[in-house]
């Protein structure tokens, strides 16, 4: 057995001189070698097994390959009722193999698959007489060589055994890990890619600049292109502004147009013209309108003259009403304030026509308004401007409501010089006498409960009401 073992070894080292192959998809692996195989302590056949062996793959992308191999190993059983008996192991292995680079002459090969055993000899003692186990197992090796179609190869293979053709056999229980180690003679079969040896994509046959500088383009015959050292696209030789700033387009004389307003530089007198603005002959910016705007931006290219424009050149809202501030009779409307068409606060809302004045209260028993309701209707006064178009026929009511406290007729009284407190108080603010009524309604006409200090106060009120 060592003797063998000896032969097994001196091999591998002649091996280790034979030059190795690239894997390409498509080539086939053919592999010849041997190796030896040591078993588990759970095993009855503890002295190694070695024994020739053959492999065959085939790369189906560059890499990767699907492969099996087989052996063939003779050792001899230590049990006590067996020893001096042969044993053939023979184990069937297929897998699949990652195969990455280190350089062009060292690469790694990592794989996993199944392994199938099967045992023969001549002995008819189980279970070494005809008997099969297996299981799966990883394989870790090493290519040598320098690009040929011949390399050396070595492995090392674990397999896990887990249903154990030996189990229960004098006292090997469970399943067990076997390992081999091989060398193997491999041969790539397949065509194999023309060479490049200055690496400009032309083959080596085809090349008639073969030491083409890293880098370089080349034509069809591998021989540099003229360079464009400022990458325009037009060539040196050619080039009439030859330090054209990258990525600028150029015309066939490798000039730009650094403002891409379509006039070149040569002759564009506005050379830094912002994008997208339209401009005239020699290349400056044209404005239609006058507004400051170039057009091209020009969102409202038709803005009248002197009227105030923001950066899109439309007419400004500064208070983001709707209303254009040309127009605007109330430039500081509040955010979210509902405006008629002169910019100022509607005083109806949309489908509305009658609005409670919030806050505007009365002496106890009087028609005298306090300093806060005051400040209310002037505030409400401004909102009238939105009814005081040319032409147009609006009549509001100044409605005066009370609760039920007191007699009737006491309270339509208090409610009428309410109103016509409130009418007086918006006429002398500018809004039209004519366009105005006051009315009392006193109590007939709550909006709540009066059996409650809370709804009470909500149907002492004054109202304007739209009557056309």
């Not at 279970?127 to 297996?134: A, C, L, V, Y």
């Amino acid at each position: 057995m060592n003797r063998k073992l000896s032969v097994l070894y001196a091999a591998g080292a002649l091996l280790m001189a034979v030059p190795a192959s690239a894997q390409n998809a498509g080539h086939l692996e053919l592999g010849l070698g041997g190796g030896a195989i040591w078993f588990d302590k759970e095993h009855e056949l503890h002295d190694p097994g070695v024994g020739p062996g053959a492999r065959l793959g085939i790369f189906f992308a560059k890499g990767f390959s699907i492969e099996a191999d087989a052996f063939w190993f003779t050792t001899e059983p230590e049990g006590d009722t067996l020893t001096g008996n042969e044993v053939d192991v023979i184990p069937i292995r297929g897998r699949l193999t990652w195969n990455p680079q280190l350089s062009e002459a060292v690469g790694f090969v990592l794989g996993g698959g199944y392994t199938y055993n099967m045992y023969s000899g001549d002995t008819d003692v189980a279970p070494f007489s005809d008997d099969t186990d297996g299981g799966p197992h990883g394989l870790l090796g090493l290519r040598f060589g320098t690009g040929g179609a011949v390399h050396v190869r070595f492995d090392a293979i674990a397999d896990f055994i887990s249903s154990s053709a030996v189990e229960g056999y004098a006292g090997a229980e469970g399943s067990r890990v076997d390992w081999t180690a091989d060398a193997m003679l491999t041969f790539m079969i397949g065509k194999r890619p023309p060479k490049d040896a200055d690496g400009d994509g032309v083959v080596n046959k085809a090349d008639l600049c073969p030491n083409t500088p890293v880098g370089d383009a080349v034509d069809a015959n591998g021989c540099s292109l003229p360079k464009d050292a400022d990458g325009d696209g037009v060539t040196d030789d050619r080039d009439q502004c030859a330090n054209t700033p990258a990525g600028a387009k150029v015309d066939a004389n490798g000039c730009s147009d650094q403002d891409n307003d379509t006039v070149m530089d040569p002759s564009d007198r506005c050379p830094n013209t912002p994008a997208g603005v339209k401009v005239d002959a020699n290349g400056c910016p044209t404005d239609q309108d006058k507004d400051g705007v170039f057009d091209g931006v020009d969102q409202c290219a038709d803005t009248p003259a002197g009227t105030p424009v923001d950066a899109r050149g439309c007419p400004t809202d500064s208070d983001g009403d709707g209303v254009m501030d040309n127009a605007d009779r109330c430039p500081n409307t509040p955010a979210g304030t509902t405006v008629d068409a002169s910019g100022c606060p509607a005083l109806f809302q949309p489908g509305q026509t009658t609005l409670v004045l919030q806050g505007v209260t009365f002496a106890t028993n009087k028609a005298d308004l306090t300093p806060e309701s005051k400040e209310i209707l002037d505030r409400m006064a401004e909102r009238f401007h939105g009814l005081m178009v040319p032409g147009a026929v609006v009549k509001v009511e100044v409605a005066g409501h009370t609760d039920n406290v007191g007699s009737r007729a006491y309270n339509t009284r208090l409610s009428q010089a309410r109103a016509e407190s409130v009418k007086a108080y918006l006429v002398s603010k500018g809004v039209p006498a004519d366009i105005l009524t006051a009315k009392g309604y006193g109590e007939d006409r709550p909006v709540d409960s009066n059996a409650t200090v809370e709804g009470r106060s909500n149907n002492r009120r004054v109202e304007l009401r739209r009557t056309q």
